[in-house]
């Protein structure tokens, strides 16, 4: 059943009438669902309640299951990189739910900002925080201003509507959408979206990607990323490391991966929680040549932006 994420009484409801039906797994779809799926999980020692998204578990019958989604934003900055380097625009917006006080979008952003650069290294993200995950008013409005005060001219998002690809259209400038492919809602501005496909989760592999390019994106951006995804879907390497990546492109279209070893190093704004500075500006996270920040940093605990983004 579509059951609302802010009801709680409808929650809680739904996952007791799974356990009285006999179910001894339960997926809950929604980070809405996962204090209430952490409340059963205590009652119901003997059910696993598995839960999408999120940030908690008990690690016995209450488990969080997500994907390396930054590993999709990274190639969806390709795109992004490879257009603003073909309309000669260093500014990149991008409308997200929050920003450093989740690490699903704080690693989200950071990973399209370094697939970004990997193609563009003078290109600066601009970032504005919803401060909620849906809210459609203020992705198109917030949208509009990193276009219109900004002068961005490819629009990214972590929100679900596809308010800020059509803002893009709108403008005339382009975007990459999220979780679905937004093509049809902007035809003229879509370059393509990091996906989610959940289905696989209980299937086999093959979670996230990208979806396919449209005819906005500059030209070679499928050859570039089909190389990169080569290297991430090996194992040899990984967005959070302390490798760089650059390209260079045969005019046959052959690409060939060049690779750096760089520290990967915070933005030059001290990130703060309750008026603590929790993270220094200009911080190396990883040393040169070190391994990529480990998944349980992406997805719990990243709480700082990468060198690039400027919030606004």
Not at 148 to 174: E, L, N, R, T
Not at 282 to 306: H, K, L, Q, R, W
């Amino acid at each position: 059943n579509d059951v609302d994420d802010t009801d709680a009484t409808a929650i809680l409801t739904a996952l007791e009438e799974c356990v009285e039906e006999g179910c001894q797994v339960v997926f809950a779809t929604s980070w809405g669902y996962m204090d209430y799926v952490e409340q059963v999980a205590e009652e119901y020692p003997e059910v696993l309640f598995a839960h999408g998204t999120g940030n908690k578990s008990n690690g016995s019958n209450f488990i969080n299951y997500f994907g390396k989604i930054n590993q999709a934003r990274y190639l969806s900055g390709i795109a992004a990189g490879m257009k603003s380097l073909e309309t000669g625009n260093n500014n990149i917006g991008y409308v997200t739910a929050y920003g450093t006080e989740y690490a699903e979008t704080c690693s989200g952003i950071n990973g399209f900002t370094l697939g970004v650069q990997s193609v563009n290294p003078d290109a600066t993200v601009y970032v504005k925080e919803l401060g909620a995950w849906a809210d459609e008013v203020n992705e198109s409005a917030f949208a509009k201003e990193l276009i219109d005060s900004f002068g961005c001219g490819v629009i990214a998002q972590h929100c679900d509507s596809a308010q800020p690809q059509i803002a893009a259209a709108d403008a005339g400038v382009f975007g990459c959408g999220y979780n679905s492919d937004m093509t049809a809602d902007a035809p003229t501005a879509h370059l393509t979206a990091p996906i989610w496909n959940w289905n696989v989760y209980y299937l086999a592999e093959g979670f996230v990607d990208i979806s396919p390019l449209t005819e906005n994106c500059a030209p070679n951006t499928q050859a570039v990323i089909d190389a990169v995804r080569e290297l991430i879907v090996s194992g040899e390497w990984d967005v959070f490391s302390g490798v760089k990546l650059s390209y260079d492109i045969a005019e046959d279209g052959t690409v060939t991966i060049n690779k750096t070893d760089a520290p990967l190093v915070t933005s030059e704004r001290d990130e703060v929680k309750d008026d603590v500075v929790v993270v220094p500006a200009n911080t190396e996270i990883v040393p040169a040549g070190g391994a990529s920040v480990e998944d349980g940093v992406i997805t719990g605990t990243m709480n700082y932006f990468v060198d690039g983004v400027k919030v606004v």
